[in-house]
Protein backbone atom coordinates (compact mmCIF):
# COMPACT_ATOMS: atom_id res chain seq x y z
CA UNK A 1 0.00 0.00 0.00
CA UNK A 2 1.92 2.96 -1.21
CA UNK A 3 0.32 6.02 0.54
CA UNK A 4 2.75 8.52 -1.04
CA UNK A 5 3.03 8.20 -4.64
CA UNK A 6 5.28 9.99 -7.02
CA UNK A 7 4.38 8.92 -10.64
CA UNK A 8 6.82 10.45 -12.39
CA UNK A 9 10.19 8.29 -12.45
CA UNK A 10 11.44 11.26 -14.41
CA UNK A 11 11.47 14.71 -15.56
CA UNK A 12 13.47 17.12 -18.19
CA UNK A 13 13.18 20.67 -18.38
CA UNK A 14 15.08 23.25 -19.59
CA UNK A 15 17.79 25.23 -17.85
CA UNK A 16 15.56 28.67 -16.56
CA UNK A 17 12.50 27.52 -17.27
CA UNK A 18 10.08 25.79 -14.37
CA UNK A 19 10.11 22.35 -13.01
CA UNK A 20 7.45 20.95 -11.79
CA UNK A 21 7.16 18.01 -9.77
CA UNK A 22 4.39 16.45 -8.50
CA UNK A 23 3.50 14.03 -5.51
CA UNK A 24 -0.09 12.38 -4.57
CA UNK A 25 -0.75 10.93 -0.67
CA UNK A 26 -3.76 8.29 0.36
CA UNK A 27 -3.39 8.51 3.86
CA UNK A 28 -5.50 11.54 5.44
CA UNK A 29 -3.92 11.51 8.72
CA UNK A 30 -0.59 13.24 7.02
CA UNK A 31 -0.25 16.83 8.30
CA UNK A 32 3.32 17.59 7.48
CA UNK A 33 4.71 17.32 3.96
CA UNK A 34 8.30 17.55 2.76
CA UNK A 35 10.68 17.53 -0.40
CA UNK A 36 14.18 16.11 0.08
CA UNK A 37 16.75 16.09 -2.58
CA UNK A 38 19.60 13.42 -3.34
CA UNK A 39 22.24 13.29 -5.55
CA UNK A 40 24.49 10.10 -6.18
CA UNK A 41 26.02 8.24 -3.48
CA UNK A 42 24.30 11.20 -1.08
CA UNK A 43 22.06 11.01 1.40
CA UNK A 44 18.93 12.94 1.13
CA UNK A 45 18.79 16.73 1.96
CA UNK A 46 15.90 18.71 3.44
CA UNK A 47 14.78 20.96 0.78
CA UNK A 48 11.13 22.92 2.03
CA UNK A 49 7.89 21.52 4.11
CA UNK A 50 4.89 22.77 4.23
CA UNK A 51 2.27 22.19 7.48
CA UNK A 52 -1.11 20.86 6.65
CA UNK A 53 -2.47 24.55 7.81
CA UNK A 54 -0.71 26.40 5.13
CA UNK A 55 -1.35 26.13 1.01
CA UNK A 56 1.64 27.61 -0.04
CA UNK A 57 5.45 27.97 1.50
CA UNK A 58 8.49 29.35 -0.62
CA UNK A 59 12.19 29.72 0.19
CA UNK A 60 13.73 31.22 -2.81
CA UNK A 61 13.64 29.38 -5.87
CA UNK A 62 11.54 26.65 -4.15
CA UNK A 63 8.29 26.35 -3.55
CA UNK A 64 5.77 24.05 -2.49
CA UNK A 65 1.89 23.81 -2.99
CA UNK A 66 -0.57 21.96 -0.92
CA UNK A 67 -4.21 21.07 -2.29
CA UNK A 68 -5.91 19.28 1.04
CA UNK A 69 -8.71 18.50 -0.43
CA UNK A 70 -6.94 16.38 -3.78
CA UNK A 71 -4.26 14.89 -1.58
CA UNK A 72 -1.84 16.23 -4.14
CA UNK A 73 0.88 18.49 -3.08
CA UNK A 74 3.52 19.69 -5.78
CA UNK A 75 6.92 21.41 -6.07
CA UNK A 76 8.04 24.51 -8.46
CA UNK A 77 11.78 25.32 -8.90
CA UNK A 78 11.98 28.41 -11.05
CA UNK A 79 14.03 29.49 -12.83
CA UNK A 80 15.96 25.81 -12.96
CA UNK A 81 19.55 25.40 -13.15
CA UNK A 82 21.84 22.48 -14.12
CA UNK A 83 22.75 22.28 -9.80
CA UNK A 84 19.01 21.10 -9.74
CA UNK A 85 19.46 17.70 -11.64
CA UNK A 86 18.75 14.93 -8.73
CA UNK A 87 16.55 12.83 -7.52
CA UNK A 88 13.78 14.78 -5.74
CA UNK A 89 11.55 12.44 -3.03
CA UNK A 90 8.45 13.72 -1.29
CA UNK A 91 7.72 12.54 2.19
CA UNK A 92 5.25 13.05 4.80
CA UNK A 93 4.31 12.26 8.73
CA UNK A 94 1.18 12.00 10.63
CA UNK A 95 -0.35 14.09 13.58
CA UNK A 96 -0.08 11.60 15.66
CA UNK A 97 2.86 9.41 16.39
CA UNK A 98 6.62 9.99 16.42
CA UNK A 99 6.76 11.54 13.33
CA UNK A 100 7.70 8.41 11.01
CA UNK A 101 8.60 9.79 7.53
CA UNK A 102 6.58 8.15 4.50
CA UNK A 103 8.49 8.29 1.72
CA UNK A 104 7.40 8.46 -2.45
CA UNK A 105 9.67 6.40 -5.15
CA UNK A 106 10.97 9.82 -6.27
CA UNK A 107 11.07 11.61 -9.19
CA UNK A 108 14.71 12.06 -10.93
CA UNK A 109 15.14 16.03 -12.85
CA UNK A 110 17.25 16.51 -15.13
CA UNK A 111 17.75 20.23 -16.54
CA UNK A 112 19.42 20.81 -19.62
CA UNK A 113 21.47 23.64 -20.74
CA UNK B 1 29.17 21.75 9.57
CA UNK B 2 28.08 18.92 11.18
CA UNK B 3 27.43 15.47 9.54
CA UNK B 4 25.40 11.87 10.12
CA UNK B 5 29.01 9.63 9.28
CA UNK B 6 28.22 5.85 8.20
CA UNK B 7 30.40 3.41 7.19
CA UNK B 8 31.00 0.98 5.80
CA UNK B 9 29.77 2.91 2.53
CA UNK B 10 29.65 -0.48 0.26
CA UNK B 11 29.74 -3.78 1.37
CA UNK B 12 29.81 -7.13 -0.20
CA UNK B 13 28.57 -10.04 1.23
CA UNK B 14 27.25 -13.50 0.15
CA UNK B 15 24.00 -14.64 1.26
CA UNK B 16 23.27 -16.49 4.48
CA UNK B 17 26.82 -14.63 6.16
CA UNK B 18 25.95 -11.64 8.66
CA UNK B 19 26.85 -7.82 8.19
CA UNK B 20 26.71 -4.71 10.35
CA UNK B 21 26.48 -1.02 9.65
CA UNK B 22 27.80 1.56 12.01
CA UNK B 23 26.04 5.28 12.22
CA UNK B 24 27.17 8.50 14.25
CA UNK B 25 24.70 10.72 14.33
CA UNK B 26 25.09 14.74 14.47
CA UNK B 27 26.45 15.38 18.16
CA UNK B 28 23.32 16.34 20.79
CA UNK B 29 20.98 14.87 18.33
CA UNK B 30 18.10 12.39 20.48
CA UNK B 31 16.71 10.71 17.73
CA UNK B 32 18.25 8.35 15.25
CA UNK B 33 16.57 6.69 12.30
CA UNK B 34 17.39 3.35 10.16
CA UNK B 35 15.93 3.60 6.45
CA UNK B 36 16.50 1.22 4.05
CA UNK B 37 15.63 2.47 0.51
CA UNK B 38 15.66 -0.14 -2.50
CA UNK B 39 16.83 0.67 -5.91
CA UNK B 40 13.73 2.48 -7.50
CA UNK B 41 12.05 3.20 -4.54
CA UNK B 42 12.29 5.73 -1.67
CA UNK B 43 13.75 4.80 2.04
CA UNK B 44 11.56 3.20 4.14
CA UNK B 45 12.07 3.51 7.76
CA UNK B 46 13.22 0.32 9.61
CA UNK B 47 13.70 1.77 12.96
CA UNK B 48 13.81 4.75 15.04
CA UNK B 49 15.15 5.62 18.34
CA UNK B 50 14.70 8.17 21.14
CA UNK B 51 17.93 8.12 22.75
CA UNK B 52 18.54 4.12 23.31
CA UNK B 53 14.94 3.31 23.37
CA UNK B 54 13.24 1.95 20.68
CA UNK B 55 10.27 3.87 19.38
CA UNK B 56 9.20 2.19 16.18
CA UNK B 57 10.52 -0.97 15.11
CA UNK B 58 6.87 -1.96 13.27
CA UNK B 59 9.18 -2.39 9.65
CA UNK B 60 11.70 -4.02 10.78
CA UNK B 61 12.18 -7.88 9.95
CA UNK B 62 13.03 -8.97 13.08
CA UNK B 63 13.81 -12.70 12.53
CA UNK B 64 17.17 -11.18 10.70
CA UNK B 65 17.47 -7.56 11.82
CA UNK B 66 18.48 -6.02 15.12
CA UNK B 67 19.37 -2.55 16.06
CA UNK B 68 21.28 -1.25 19.01
CA UNK B 69 21.86 2.45 20.40
CA UNK B 70 23.45 1.29 23.89
CA UNK B 71 24.59 4.80 25.01
CA UNK B 72 22.35 6.74 23.24
CA UNK B 73 24.99 7.89 20.91
CA UNK B 74 26.12 6.00 18.48
CA UNK B 75 24.20 3.28 16.92
CA UNK B 76 24.69 -0.56 14.87
CA UNK B 77 22.35 -2.52 12.44
CA UNK B 78 22.89 -5.91 12.11
CA UNK B 79 21.21 -8.56 9.14
CA UNK B 80 21.96 -11.99 10.01
CA UNK B 81 21.87 -14.31 8.34
CA UNK B 82 21.72 -12.02 4.74
CA UNK B 83 19.06 -12.40 2.17
CA UNK B 84 18.93 -11.63 -1.55
CA UNK B 85 16.79 -9.37 -0.87
CA UNK B 86 18.35 -7.43 1.01
CA UNK B 87 20.50 -5.62 -1.47
CA UNK B 88 19.65 -2.01 -0.93
CA UNK B 89 20.99 1.09 0.39
CA UNK B 90 20.99 1.42 4.12
CA UNK B 91 20.29 5.38 5.06
CA UNK B 92 20.83 6.34 8.63
CA UNK B 93 19.53 9.83 9.86
CA UNK B 94 19.01 11.87 13.00
CA UNK B 95 17.34 14.72 14.46
CA UNK B 96 17.04 16.78 17.35
CA UNK B 97 13.86 15.43 18.53
CA UNK B 98 10.40 14.20 17.91
CA UNK B 99 8.52 16.17 19.54
CA UNK B 100 6.51 19.33 17.94
CA UNK B 101 7.66 21.61 16.36
CA UNK B 102 8.78 19.28 13.32
CA UNK B 103 12.56 18.77 13.57
CA UNK B 104 14.45 18.08 10.39
CA UNK B 105 16.40 14.64 9.68
CA UNK B 106 19.60 14.72 8.74
CA UNK B 107 20.60 12.06 6.58
CA UNK B 108 23.79 10.18 6.65
CA UNK B 109 25.80 9.32 3.08
CA UNK B 110 24.11 5.49 3.31
CA UNK B 111 26.27 1.86 3.36
CA UNK B 112 25.07 0.34 0.11
CA UNK B 113 24.89 -3.48 0.56
CA UNK B 114 25.17 -5.94 -2.07
CA UNK B 115 24.34 -9.89 -1.19
CA UNK B 116 25.67 -12.15 -3.76
Known amino acids: DQQVKQNSPSLSVQEGRISILNCDYTNSMFDYFLWYKKYPAEGPTFLISISSIKDKNEDGRFTVFLNKSAKHLSLHIVPSQPGDSAVYFC????????????FGQGTRLTINP | EAEVAQSPRYKITEKSQAVAFWCDPI?????LYWYRQILGQGPELLVQ????????DSQLPKDRFSAERLKGVDSTLKIQPAELGDSAMYLC??????????????FGPGTRLTVL
Open chain 1, 91 to 102: AASEIQGAQKLV
Open chain 2, 49 to 56: FQDESVVD
Open chain 2, 93 to 106: ASSTGWTRPRPEQF
Open chain 2, 27 to 31: SGHAT
